[in-house]
């Protein structure tokens, strides 16, 4: 599933929030010489952590992403792990994790068309 939602440009970049049943979810959008958009997303729903990364190319390219669901532990400690490859032009993963009280983000490793690996980052979600 990837999360459509309005985007705003800021300095090349386009800053994404939408909300997704009833959840506030951000996420940031990037792009490349190979890569029409690169990007990451975290959420809330049902007691769950929702992370989420996508990716689309100008063609059809071998594409993985690896993706980490981070907490802040004093330092991002990846709790848990996601893969994907596809030979695609666009593809996404989804995962997701039992929520508890912390800070979590999400972040993707994107590879496709053998340019350097791109990462993305999710905004950050805090759970009380």
Known sequence: MYFAGSTKYISGRSCNSINFAGE????DSQSSDVFASFTSGIGLISGKIQAEAYSSTWGMYDQTIHMELQKDEGGWKTIKAWERSDYTSSMSILGSYPAEKGKYRVKS??????????????GIKEID
Do not use: L, M, V
């Not at 506030?24 to 996420?27: A, D, H, Q």
């Not at 490793?109 to 999710?122: C, L, M, Q, R």
């Open 24 to 27: 506030n979810i951000r996420f």
């Open 109 to 122: 490793t994107h590879i496709a068309g053998g340019e350097e690996p791109k990462t993305s980052y999710s």
